[in-house]
């Protein structure tokens, strides 16, 4: 079955009331999901920045801050591990960009960063871009479909939280397309959509 096809329960509709009546389904024995423990994260409070988030996945890799400024990558489909070094002290957001293999990470200092993993089965992380502080810099948010373009949340000499647009031109991605919108492309790439901004 496709991700996210499971039917949803019969739902009558009239113009005063809605009914959901989910015992009229009639599914199977719900299967038990396979769990495989990869890492133990050891989340702490972000006291920092209450929206950033500390870990964040794409399709192939799980990225999440460590103590010291130090990132973990993990590799999905394999147990390869990487730690990037780059950040001193504490990190406050990691967000990849899309689907795709460009990762931004906030601590002292904001890294744009691609991931990759090599044909000899390791993880590489190549710096894109470095960014000295803005001034206690705590998130970063990209544009939905620029990859240079993206916002930087930091605090100005006046103590006032504010948004700095920052654009570039250094950053090249790859992104794969969600099987939902692939029918809308010539399936001669088996599905490889590769977008060069």
């Known amino acids: 079955d496709a991700f996210g096809a499971t039917p949803l329960p ?18 199977g ?5 396979h769990v495989q423990q990869v890492a133990a994260f050891e989340a702490v409070p972000n006291d920092d920045c209450k929206n950033g988030s500390v870990l964040d996945v794409n399709q ?14 993990l590799h999905r489909n394999s147990s ?14 990691v967000s990849f960009f899309q689907n795709g293999d460009v990762l931004g990470t906030v601590g002292t200092n904001v890294i744009i960063w691609r991931i990759f ?7 590489h992380a190549e710096p894109l871009l470095e960014i000295p502080s803005l001034g206690n810099t705590t998130r970063i948010i990209w544009h939905p479909f620029n ?9 100005n000499s006046k103590g006032i939280q504010v948004a700095t647009l920052v654009e570039t031109t250094r950053i ?3 992104t794969t397309t969600s099987t939902i919108t692939k029918h809308h492309h010539d399936d001669d790439d088996a599905g490889q959509h590769h977008h060069h901004h």
């Not at 024995?29 to 999901?33: I, R």
């Not at 192939?60 to 990558?73: E, W």
């Not at 390869?80 to 957001?93: A, E, N, P, Q």
């Not at 993993?117 to 993880?123: D, G, H």
């Open 10 to 27: 019969p739902v009558s509709v009239d113009t005063r009331k809605v009914w959901y009546n989910p015992s009229d389904v009639t599914l």
């Open 29 to 33: 024995q719900p299967q038990q999901p």
């Open 60 to 73: 192939h890799f799980i990225v999440y801050a460590v103590k010291n400024g130090l990132l973990r990558v």
């Open 80 to 93: 390869v591990r990487s730690l990037l070094r780059g950040h001193v002290g504490k990190i406050t957001d």
């Open 117 to 123: 993993y090599t044909s000899s089965l390791e993880i």
């Open 147 to 155: 990859p240079n373009q993206f916002w930087l949340l930091h605090t």
């Open 172 to 174: 090249t991605t790859t």
